[in-house]
């Protein structure tokens, strides 16, 4: 079956770190580019990163210089490790595939919840 | 960023119903429909305005006049009901609207 599975999320105190799992089951994640999306508390959903086949990052402002997206080709495992914690990252977090860079999303996960919180 | 306005908020209808959300605010064909259900992966339904997604039911479609985008659900059924949202894929960072909550009247 072809899916996508996030775990990883907790809660976590402000300045904290945690890393984010995507497993993928049915393709391989390395020839797809793959994006992290999250959805904060009665918010929009909102783009987070991408890593690029090439293995090319990206990342919205808002978290650039903070969160870093990697994949182990080895595991068809995506990653985000997430640094400096704010309570504003409080959101469900999901990973997302995109075929051909089109930015279109054809594949979701569940999401993780984050909860950043003293 | 690009912004996108997605209308109305919230609707409430009936099974059987016609219903239709709007979204504006992207170019050309560069917008895709998403069906989320609370704690279940979103699922993309629509993709470049009017293309019907592998495996979306056909009471599903897209359509574009200009900048104005919609969604039509021809004939609402049980499954139906959850939260749609617009993107536009016209330019990265990728944007959404907020989201249509679709609950049963």
């Known amino acids: 079956e072809v899916q996508l599975v996030e775990s990883g999320g907790g809660l976590i105190q402000p300045g904290g770190s945690l890393r984010l799992s995507c497993a993928a089951s049915g393709f391989t994640v390395s020839t797809n580019y793959m994006n992290w999306f999250r959805q904060a508390p009665g918010k929009g959903l909102e783009w987070v990163s991408v890593?690029?086949?090439?293995?090319?990052?990206y990342y919205s402002d808002s978290v650039k210089g903070r969160f870093t997206i990697s994949r182990d080709n080895s595991e068809n495992t995506l990653y985000l490790q997430m640094s400096s914690l704010r309570p504003e990252d409080t959101a469900v977090y999901y990973c997302?595939?995109?075929?051909?860079?089109?930015?279109?999303?054809?594949?979701w996960g569940r999401g993780t919840l984050v909860t950043v919180s003293s | 960023d690009i912004q996108v306005t997605q209308s109305p908020s919230s609707l409430s209808a009936s099974v059987g119903e016609r219903v239709t959300i709007t979204c504006r605010g992207s170019q050309s064909k560069f917008l895709n429909w998403y069906q989320h259900k609370s704690g279940k992966a979103p699922k993309l339904l629509i993709y470049?305005?009017?293309n019907l997604q592998s495996g979306v039911p056909s009471r599903f479609s897209g359509s574009a006049s200009g900048t104005e985008f919609t969604l039509t659900i021809s004939s609402l059924q049980p499954e139906d009901f959850a939260t749609y949202y617009c993107?536009?894929?016209?330019?990265?960072?990728?944007?959404f609207g907020q989201g249509t909550r679709l609950d049963m009247k």
């Open positions: 470049g305005a009017s």
């Open positions: 993107q536009q894929s016209h330019s990265t960072p990728p944007t």
């Open positions: 890593i690029y086949p090439s293995g090319r990052t």
């Open positions: 997302a595939r995109d075929v051909t860079s089109s930015l279109v999303f054809d594949l």
